[in-house]
C-alpha cells in the first residue's frame, strides 16, 4: 500500500493525504506562497505518521533528509535537480564559518539512501549515491535516424544541462532550437541568447506555461 502526500487535484492510485486544494502550478493562489512552503507540509505530515510506514520515497529535494535524525523510518531520497549549488557555496564563506555548516544538516543527508537521475548528479553529490534513470516511454519517443527540422531542449536551461553543447549541436545539424522558457524562473539567459546568435542558431522560445494564469 501506498500512501501520497500532495495536492488534493493528484490523479493517483494511492492513498492520497491533500495538503493543498490544487497543484501550486494551476493555482493563482498558490503563488502567494514559497514553493518549498509545500515541501515543508509534506515532510511534516509524513513525519508525523511515520510509524504507518516500512519506508518513506522523498522528493523534496534534501528538507526531508536534513530530519532524518527525528524519525526511525528509512528514508530513500530521490534528487531530482541540480546539486552543485547546494554543497558549492560553502567554499564561499571565511573559515570561522564553516564549523556551523554541520549544523544545517548537510551530514544528516549521508543517514538516507540517495537516489540521483544522471551520472552527473552522481559526481557532484559529495555522499554515496544510487544512479537510475527517469524513465521515458519510448513508444512515445521513437527513435529516427534522419534527423527533423528542430532540437527540442527538454527542460528549462541551467549552466549544468549543457547549454553550450545543445547550441554547438543545433549548429552542426543546422536545426532549430526549441527550448521551454517561464518568466518567474528567468530560464533564457542573455548569454544564452547572445551564444545562440554568434553561432546563427535560430531559438523557438515555447511556454512551460501550466494554465492560462501563468501566460504572460
Given at each position: 500500500?501506498?500512501?501520497?502526500?500532495?495536492?488534493?487535484?493528484?490523479?493517483?492510485?494511492?492513498?492520497?493525504?491533500p495538503?493543498?486544494?490544487?497543484?501550486?502550478?494551476?493555482?493563482?493562489?498558490?503563488?502567494?506562497?514559497?514553493?518549498?512552503?509545500?515541501?515543508?507540509?509534506?515532510?511534516?505530515?509524513?513525519?508525523k505518521?511515520?510509524?504507518?510506514?516500512?519506508?518513506?520515497?522523498?522528493?523534496?529535494?534534501?528538507?526531508?533528509p536534513?530530519?532524518?535524525?527525528?524519525?526511525?523510518?528509512?528514508?530513500?531520497?530521490?534528487?531530482?535537480?541540480?546539486?552543485?549549488?547546494?554543497?558549492?557555496?560553502?567554499?564561499?564563506?571565511?573559515?570561522?564559518?564553516?564549523s556551523?555548516?554541520?549544523?544545517?544538516?548537510?551530514?544528516?543527508?549521508?543517514?538516507?539512501?540517495?537516489?540521483?537521475?544522471?551520472?552527473?548528479?552522481?559526481?557532484?553529490?559529495?555522499?554515496?549515491?544510487?544512479?537510475?534513470?527517469?524513465?521515458l516511454?519510448?513508444?512515445?519517443?521513437?527513435?529516427?535516424?534522419e534527423?527533423?527540422?528542430?532540437?527540442a531542449?527538454?527542460?528549462?536551461?541551467?549552466?549544468?544541462?549543457?547549454?553550450?553543447?545543445?547550441?554547438?549541436?543545433?549548429?552542426?545539424?543546422?536545426?532549430?532550437?526549441?527550448?521551454?522558457?517561464?518568466?518567474?524562473?528567468?530560464?533564457?539567459?542573455?548569454?544564452?541568447?547572445?551564444?545562440?546568435?554568434?553561432?546563427?542558431?535560430k531559438?523557438?522560445?515555447s511556454?512551460?506555461?501550466?494554465?492560462?494564469?501563468?501566460?504572460h
Amino acid at each position: 500500500e501506498v500512501t501520497l502526500f500532495a495536492t488534493a487535484d493528484s490523479k493517483t492510485s494511492a492513498k492520497l493525504i491533500p495538503l493543498w486544494p490544487k497543484a501550486a502550478t494551476r493555482d493563482s493562489y498558490g503563488s502567494l506562497l514559497n514553493r518549498e512552503t509545500y515541501s515543508l507540509w509534506s515532510v511534516s505530515e509524513a513525519f508525523k505518521r511515520h510509524k504507518d510506514f516500512d519506508v518513506i520515497h522523498d522528493h523534496t529535494r534534501f528538507i526531508a533528509p536534513r530530519f532524518a535524525r527525528h524519525i526511525s523510518t528509512p528514508i530513500v531520497s530521490t534528487v531530482h535537480h541540480p546539486i552543485s549549488f547546494e554543497f558549492s557555496y560553502k567554499k564561499n564563506y571565511p573559515s570561522e564559518y564553516q564549523s556551523y555548516f554541520s549544523t544545517s544538516g548537510n551530514e544528516d543527508i549521508q543517514t538516507v539512501s540517495t537516489v540521483v537521475v544522471s551520472k552527473f548528479q552522481a559526481k557532484e553529490f559529495p555522499f554515496p549515491s544510487k544512479t537510475i534513470y527517469n524513465g521515458l516511454a519510448l513508444s512515445e519517443w521513437i527513435f529516427k535516424e534522419e534527423p527533423g527540422e528542430y532540437l527540442a531542449f527538454l527542460g528549462y536551461m541551467t549552466a549544468d544541462k549543457g547549454v553550450k553543447e545543445a547550441i554547438e549541436a543545433a549548429k552542426k545539424t543546422k536545426t532549430i532550437m526549441e527550448i521551454n522558457s517561464y518568466p518567474e524562473r528567468m530560464d533564457l539567459r542573455d548569454h544564452h541568447v547572445r551564444a545562440a546568435v554568434k553561432a546563427g542558431v535560430k531559438l523557438v522560445i515555447s511556454t512551460d506555461s501550466h494554465n492560462a494564469d501563468q501566460l504572460h
